[in-house]
């Protein structure tokens, strides 16, 4: 049964919900990004997924009444702790944020104000940087189309056409907790793509909508979860199509499919290939 999310009292208008393991090297930089954003009106839920390193500790040093801290007395998988962390929003906007990423200055605030343009939109999705373990930059990446509302039939589409995730990584998503309440909890049954999943539940319940600003950087680092489990990608993106076509959510033409399926083992190639000659020699 999907979790339920924490009924809101008097609540801020964002949630940035921060789910770690063993996330020490780089999340005091992920945490001073959060803090110190333009707008005020948010709070940062974190939930320690019983890290074996120093990260407890360093949370704990942190000093901020917006900071909510939570410790798993066990490990319970990534899956259920996104779930426990997603639970505990209380924000009418939730973003997922990883310990290893970093957000813009701006980056709530024009998020929130474009869902607050656009009451239609369950999500809004912004341009990142991508970043090597390091901080090097490596390449920008937005999404494919115009800025605004975007229909969740063309998203759908066009993301199983090009065989991967355009709508993008979680540090660069805002939801409306509305809908979340409606999509259920994160699936993390096809690890690879728990993301991608739960954006395509989201967008039953409302339209996209799409910004070119660059407002996140996602790092490329050996040490991810997305990097442990990288080389079963395109398998995985197979099964994903095969579960959104059984579904019967959005239709989706023969062609596309075949072109999908093509592209996500040329993909699952192209990030093997990333991460060892590239993100391995950063770190």
Known sequence: MPQQLTQPGTAPLVSVCLPVYNGEPFLRAAMDSVLAQTHKDFELVVFDNA????????????????????RNDSNLGPEANWNRALGAARGKYVKIFNHDDL???????????????????????????????????????????PEGPVAPGIIVRDCVRAGTNLV????????????????????????????????????????????????????????????????????????FMDRLLAGGRFRIGAVTCLRGRLRARLNGLLRALVYRFVVRGSS
């Open 168 to 239: 993008g990584e979680p540090s660069a998503v805002m939801f409306r907790r509305e809908c979340a309440i409606k999509a259920g909890s994160f699936d993390g049954s096809i690890p690879y793509l728990i993301d991608l999943d739960y954006w395509v539940r989201l967008l039953e319940h409302g339209s996209g909508y799409c910004m070119k600003n660059q407002l996140a950087s996602f790092r490329l680092s050996p040490h991810q979860w997305t990097a442990v489990i990288g080389r079963k990608q395109s398998r995985q993106y197979l099964d």
């Open 103 to 145: 957000l813009e200055p701006e980056c709530l605030a024009r998020q929130a104000a474009a869902l607050e343009s656009a009451p239609e939109a369950a999500l809004a999705f912004c341009g990142r940087a991508i970043i090597l373990a390091d901080g090097r930059p490596f390449l920008a990446r937005t999404a494919p189309w």
């Open 51 to 70: 890290s074996t390193d120093g990260t407890w500790q360093l949370l704990q040093s942190f000093r901020d009444h917006r900071i909510r801290l939570h």
